[in-house]
């Protein structure tokens, strides 16, 4: 069974730097084909595509938040990590991660069940 | 990358079909057949429904189908149930090794 799972804290204040976890099982990062993905979707609004790490850790970003974006993977741990620097009140949201095996679709197939983010002073 | 542009909302009654558009440009939808559909439940997480413009994830009911026609994806559903009430997001790959949603289409069974 695939499960992601979303990690990281609930509450960052304004020009600080957001780190979340998403831990994975049930498939690996390193199988050709292999990707994990962040999207987020603040409260009400569209979900919104972040970026992207593959099996040979290539690596994608949001053309609007590639400045501010990293993400690393580590797979012995079954773990993908994403920061976002200089977080704003914009940047509330609920945060997921995503699989997506671009060898079988185009989809993200399996989804975590997000985590929520609150940026606030 | 714009989002791509879904109608805000669009209603059917039970047993009707209903049809929601996708806009995009030659870049993401134009450009490849890769474009995906989730429906998603307030306070859920999104569930992927079609993939690759038509195919269908196992388990998905074959009441949901995708179509492409140049830079517009479009997801239609037949037989519409109380169940299907929902938000709808379509999704496309681009042409810079990214992806893209839509804004999203609220769906009232009325």
């Known amino acids: 069974q695939v499960t992601l799972r979303e990690s990281g804290p609930a509450l960052v204040k304004p020009t600080q730097t957001l780190t979340l976890t998403c831990t994975f099982s049930?498939?690996?990062?390193?199988?050709?084909?292999?990707?994990v993905s962040w999207i987020r979707q603040p409260p009400g609004m569209a979900l919104e595509w972040l970026a992207v790490i593959d099996y040979n850790d290539d690596k994608y970003y949001s053309t609007s938040l590639k400045t501010r974006l990293t993400i690393s993977k580590d797979t012995s741990r079954n773990q993908v990590v994403l920061t976002m620097t200089n977080m704003g009140p914009l940047d509330t949201a609920t945060y997921y991660c995503a699989r997506l095996h671009y060898y079988e679709t185009s989809g993200f197939d399996v989804w975590g069940q997000g985590t929520v983010v609150a940026v606030s002073s | 990358q714009s989002a791509l542009t879904q109608p805000a909302s669009v209603s059917g009654s039970p047993g009707q079909s209903i049809t929601i558009s996708c806009t995009g440009t030659?870049?993401?939808?134009?450009?490849?057949?890769?474009v995906s559909w989730y429906q998603q439940y307030p306070g859920r997480a999104p569930k992927l429904i079609i993939y690759d413009v038509t195919q269908r994830p196992s388990g998905i009911s074959n009441r949901f189908s995708g179509s492409k026609s140049g830079n517009t994806a479009s997801l239609t559903i037949s037989g519409l149930q109380a169940e299907d009430e929902a938000n709808y997001y379509c999704s496309s790959y681009t042409s810079s090794s990214t992806w893209v949603f839509g804004g999203g289409t609220s769906l009232t069974v009325l």
């Open positions: 030659s870049s993401d939808i134009g450009a490849y057949d890769y």
């Open positions: 049930g498939f690996s990062l390193s199988t050709s084909g292999m990707c």
